[in-house]
């Protein structure tokens, strides 16, 4: 298990460093640099940071030593790396809630209404966001480079830093392209949520830091093919159990409204088996009803002003959950099959870890 | 001179390997990541580039040899990471055009536009450009990763690079406050406007890209120092010529609608000396007219429907240009003499392109 204190305790030291360095050039940036180093301190499941460690386990680095700080120094890359591309895709999404606060870019509107600043707040806020997400990503490039240079893992770390930002924007890319494009087809809906997931989630969440920590450690070709089928389907399951947060999650335990992926207009797996559920039913001769809710889904998705409960329970009522949760289990089960092509064998500690995150990924909520 | 030919090469090259990368994952991505591959390619004046190579030149490096093409690797490097800045500070700025062709915000949403997509183009636009800016800041970052690696020179050029992205990304921070805030006193208002030219563009501009080139080549302390000084100097005059353009200049130059600045609200060394002098002469018995220009010019700074020449006409009456171009000349001539601080002595030729730098970077345009 990667030590959360120890980890904390460097994320904190790099955010206090640049913060100093950006109140350095103006005092009066400690409002906005604040809500990003509150975002990164507070926030998120350090789930990137947990792959990354069990991936330099997996890889043969040691559990202690002065290469745990330089491996740590790349766990904060990632969590800076996501802090942008969550407070970028909350501009996106147009969310208003994030980790039960208010978004980056509505916060930052606020701190704009509070001063009594002159201009619209909203675009001020947006603003603000796009300068404090990109302030992530140039600190995180700067963590890893720290951190993988001390390890004198360049060579090995860099593609894999580089694959992995370059998927999850180009993810974000065709998340924006599927969502505005006119396609109704379930089949064509599908395989779209399928690829968005790989590359915008399950790449990034799951296989990319696993890899990375296996090749900071400099690990065999054998160990990271196994670590990254397994993180490729943790990856993938994982997403899948967020669609489903995002329908039918608790809001005190994801953060967000409920429902807010559906008045959002997000394609994923689960609507896209859902649609297809109701699409097969409508040719069936007593098939009305399911045309009559296929239609008032289509009408209601993307719709902020949509019957939130309502489009849940028509979604529930087509078996896409039980076929989601399905999936999520024989990913599961093939991702821990996977470890087994870890050479010379997995650590049983760091097994036992490999298998508690797939299921803390992955599990029912609720 | 930086191999013009050869540098575009190394874009060309590293944008096409980048371009593939993003269409493996979709080709539909071609329309959008086409759209930061042609502002790479066609545009800008490779300045920082230029100063990169005459930092490198002035250092030590050698101007042959394997070590040229990692030089121009970071030189692509500054060219991505400015496309990150432009692309992200036109939808700060709501910036329609840029380098005489619509910006990367309002090209992506012509794309949606043009390509009956669903949804709000302008939404999608600025989405779709947060995201581009996205990329070009993280493969910026990857090409100075391999080229200072290469060049064996990660310790030295890291915090040069780190401090230049920190710095660029809070002056833009700091715009954005500065442009928000209600301070009427000229004074206050010429401080301000010369700390954000300092880190928004002067640091950015020409002393960080010198400083680089320097650290790669590991270059003395003098020899940096010196560079740093003359860097800081015609990094704020160019700003201060931009300004001058912004207001008076020719859109067939500039790329951008005549007094864009003015209707933008941008806060300025010029607008702070045409109201400090609009301000005194108000004072002065026969100041009505004064009084009366300097309300008109406030009610017309950020007002798209202002009228652009009578307002320019108005800061042109002050005698704010010439007191602008003074400033420019005293810093040109500051910068050159601090060319004699580097050791062991400037190569002549170096020293001719850094005085024919300084020159283009400043002069008058017409």
């Not at 329908?247 to 394609?267: I, M, N, Q, S």
Request: hydrophobic letters at 50%.
């Amino acid at each position: 298990v990667i030590d959360a204190d120890r980890l904390q305790q460097m994320i904190a030291a790099e955010l206090a460093g640049r913060r100093a360095d950006v109140l350095a050039i103006d005092p009066r940036l400690a409002g906005p640099v604040d809500l990003l180093v509150r975002f990164v301190s507070d926030g998120g499941k350090r789930l990137r940071p947990e792959f990354l460690w069990c991936g330099w386990l997996a890889g043969g680095g040691p559990a202690s030593g002065p290469d745990v700080d330089r491996v740590l120094q790349v766990a904060a890359a990632l969590e800076l790396l996501q802090a942008c591309a969550l407070v970028h895709d909350d501009i996106l999404d147009r969310s208003e809630r994030r980790r039960g606060r208010p978004a980056t870019h509505r916060a930052a509107a606020e701190l704009h209404a509070g001063a009594g600043l002159l201009g619209d707040p909203d675009h001020y806020g947006t603003s603000v966001a796009v300068l404090l997400g990109d302030l992530a990503l140039a600190w995180a490039d700067d963590l890893f480079l720290t951190g993988a240079a001390a390890l004198d893992a360049i060579d090995d770390a860099a593609p894999v830093w580089r694959a992995m930002r370059t998927e999850v924007l180009s993810g974000q890319l065709l998340d924006l392209a599927v969502t505005a494009s006119d396609v109704r087809d379930p089949a064509t809906q599908e395989i779209d949520a399928v690829r968005v997931n790989r590359f915008k989630t399950a790449a990034y969440t799951v296989e990319r830091p696993l890899q990375l920590g296996a090749a900071l450690a400099g690990a065999p070709a054998a160990t990271v093919s196994a670590l990254r089928t397994y993180g490729a389907d943790i990856g993938v399951a994982f997403q899948l159990r967020d669609d489903l947060l995002g329908v039918f999650g608790d809001p005190a335990v994801t953060g967000k409204p409920a429902g807010d992926d559906l008045v959002e207009g997000k394609r994923t797996v689960l609507l896209a088996l859902a649609r297809a559920a109701l699409a097969a039913a409508s040719t069936a001769s007593t098939g009305s009803a399911a045309r009559d809710e296929l239609a008032e889904l289509d009408a209601g998705i993307g719709d902020p002003a949509a019957d939130r409960e309502r489009l849940a329970a028509i979604i529930a009522g087509t078996g896409a959950v039980q076929a989601v949760e399905s999936r999520i289990s024989v990913l599961r089960q093939s991702a821990l099959t996977a470890l087994d092509g870890v050479e010379p064998g997995l650590d049983p500690a760091v097994h036992h870890r490999l298998v508690g995150l797939a299921e803390a990924a992955t599990a029912r909520v609720h």
